[in-house]
């Protein structure tokens, strides 16, 4: 890995320049307007900055080498989780500090960061320039910076993505409209050894589940509520089948309302209808192939899913 270092003033402190990143279809919200609130607000703090879109590819290796060339000391992005994600996936491990304009459907990331949907408000935070560590994990090698789903959420990322309007109108249609399709898939769930306890394996049916970073899935909807992003563990979150579906609607609702305390040792107890467990790793055995999301971007399905936190990742300027 390359040092990146930023550059010192004559006043012995580090003087920032900031890369803004703005997804051009991310959310609904125009981006005009905040391109110019960036470029009025950093021109009057003084701050060097440029501004560049975000790459449909999702690859953002470049930005080590810009960084290490124009001794860049600030990545802010302006966009969704899925956008967030992939500009975190190419920063891992490095010093950088990393900014969020949320500007997604969810903004899952943002919110459970206490960070401000305002974009101005969002600005200040940025500007104050405190950083602190927060953890990401790896899905297959694939980085997630908040949530993964497998199963019905998935299923709900995939068609979301398809569709032409975007906005937490169209999510909420989509969700519904799954809602009276959703199945259920034969998982095994391998957990290994953690202090004193045994390795554990398990097989369940379930609608979903949930890798958790965070405690959202965005708009401030909470399914894992105890999780954190500083904790070095990830909320495991597994709603089980039920017979009627409205038994699945009340059991998430439930867990939302954080009715359902994490289980210390987990286990398939039949007569949980959601198991909620902390763990720093984790195998999904997925025979079925059901649908998967990476911060709320479709993922390719796999048959397995290998999964691990992955400690201090990232500098996230916080409040």
């Known amino acids: 890995m390359t040092d990146i270092w930023a550059p010192i003033g004559a006043n012995g402190l580090m003087e920032r320049k900031i890369i803004y990143l703005i997804n051009p279809i991310s959310g609904t919200r125009g981006k005009t307007s905040v391109r110019q609130l960036i470029t009025q607000r950093t021109e009057e703090a003084g701050v060097a900055y440029s501004i560049h879109p975000t790459n449909a590819s999702g690859n953002y290796d470049f930005l080590r080498t ?5 001794k860049v000391t600030d990545i802010v992005v302006c966009g969704g989780d899925g956008t967030v994600s992939a500009v975190m996936a190419a920063l891992v491990g490095t010093p950088i500090r990393v900014g969020v304009i949320p500007m997604g459907s969810g903004n899952g990331l943002a ?21 602190s560590s927060i953890d990401g994990f790896l899905i297959n ?11 019905f959420d998935g299923q709900v990322a995939h068609e979301f993505a398809t569709q032409p309007k975007r906005g937490l109108e169209t999510y909420a249609r989509v969700t519904l409209k799954n809602f009276f399709t959703a199945r259920t898939y034969p998982f095994r769930i ?12 398990f097989t369940v049916d379930a609608f979903f589940i949930n890798i958790a970073n965070g405690d959202q899935f965005g708009n401030h909807f909470t399914i894992a509520p105890k999780a954190s992003l500083q904790d070095g563990m990830l ?7 039920k ?13 939302v309302l954080g009715g359902y305390p994490v289980q210390e040792h987990p286990s398939n107890d039949p007569r949980r209808s959601i198991l909620y467990f902390r763990t720093p790793s984790l195998e999904i055995a997925n025979p079925e192939y059901a649908p998967v999301h990476i911060d709320g971007d479709p993922g390719a399905p ?12 990232i500098q996230l300027i916080q409040p």
């Open 66 to 70: 810009l960084i290490q060339e124009e």
């Open 111 to 131: 919110f459970a960061a206490k960070l401000p949907k305002d974009p101005a408000k969002a600005l200040d935070i940025v500007f104050a320039g405190k950083a």
């Open 141 to 151: 090698g694939l980085y997630s910076c908040m949530l993964c789903g497998i199963g």
């Open 190 to 201: 391998s957990i290994p050894a953690q202090g004193n306890g045994g390795s554990l394996s």
């Open 235 to 241: 909320d495991i979150v597994i709603v089980k089948k």
């Open 243 to 255: 017979r009627w579906k409205l038994s699945f609607l009340l059991s998430v609702i439930r867990q």
């Open 302 to 313: 796999a048959s397995e899913f290998v999964i691990k936190i992955v400690p201090n990742a």
